[in-house]
């Protein structure tokens, strides 16, 4: 495969830098992560995630991209955002949960006028929280640095379906806002050839790496990749790159399973309702905001 589409002479994927040793995480009580361990048993007794640890909390369908692969924008003209004690009530649900990983996405959650309000209500639960967008010049448009002291994992999506591989160039800026920042990149058919490139560029600006297929979703063009590919793909990335890709090994062991869910997450879309146990079922359950 050859280079992504960049102009020559500009820093991009290939600039150099020293590696990252990480920032100083959040301070979450003891007696939290003493469930956790406890719920962590429980599951390996039972041979099955009944303790969901993860959740993907979409808090919007709005946002200004039209990615291909994404069938989100398809209503954002026409999408209300649940009210903000709504949102809360989610939230005080899910804190009472097993969930330890919190993730606001969307949509993009930076659209929302009320997200500076939320993301300082979801800092005193006992959480990491990650935070994932795509928008271009954030430092220009929103406060990053305050909006940075609430989010442990600042998720920048970039990549082709987002048309924002030039966001590349920005990274070493990015990790100046407080959070530890962590590049998202949805890959299809067409861009597996690609992932080193990034891979390393996230390595030299010392940022971690998120790796995840271009799922065919409802009302979207069809981008998944080889998935057997993606596995192998991903997983020499990550031996390549240690410390790099956050995304769990076995991630890119169940993308060959026939749906590759995992009950160990789970899916909050933007009306409140529980996706369970994840997206491509089509199947939504429980209201969170109740």
């Not at 962590?182 to 790496?209: P, S, Y």
């Not at 997983?235 to 390549?240: A, L, P, T």
């Not at 009306?271 to 146990?277: A, Q, R």
Request: net charge positive; with cysteine.
């Amino acid at each position: 495969m050859g280079p992504l589409p960049r102009a020559a002479g500009r820093k991009g994927l290939s600039r150099g830098g020293p590696w990252w040793a990480g920032r100083a995480m959040r301070k979450i009580p003891k007696k939290r992560f003493l469930q956790v361990a406890g719920q962590i048993l429980r599951n390996k007794m039972a041979k099955e995630a009944i303790y969901p640890f993860y959740c993907s909390f979409k808090l919007t369908r709005r946002c200004n991209f039209t990615c291909s692969f994404c069938n989100c924008w398809h209503v954002k003209n026409r999408w209300k955002d649940m009210p903000t004690e709504d949102v809360k009530a989610v939230l005080d649900n899910l804190a009472r949960s097993s969930v330890i990983v919190c993730s606001f996405e969307g949509g993009d959650p930076l659209v929302r006028d009320d997200i500076g309000e939320l993301l300082r209500y979801q800092y005193e639960k006992p959480w990491y929280l990650l935070f994932t967008t795509s928008e271009r010049d954030m430092e220009q448009r929103y406060p990053m640095p305050e909006y940075g002291k609430y989010i442990d994992f600042l998720h920048i999506s970039i990549d082709e379906g987002h048309k924002n591989l030039d966001m590349y160039d920005d990274l070493e800026e990015y990790t100046k806002w407080g959070s530890i920042v962590t590049v998202q990149i949805v890959v299809t058919k067409n861009d597996i050839g690609a992932l080193e490139q990034k891979i390393k560029r996230c390595h030299d600006a010392g940022v971690k790496a998120v790796v995840m297929c271009a799922v065919h979703l409802k009302n979207t063009k069809d981008h998944l990749p080889d998935l057997w590919q993606m596995s192998r793909v991903g997983m020499e990335m990550k031996k390549k790159y240690p410390g790099v890709i956050i995304s769990p090994d076995g991630y890119f062991d169940r993308i060959t399973w026939d749906h590759g869910c995992d009950t160990s997450s789970i899916i909050v879309d933007a009306d409140g309702f529980l996706w369970y146990p994840c997206r491509v079922l089509e199947e939504k359950t429980i209201n969170l905001i109740d």
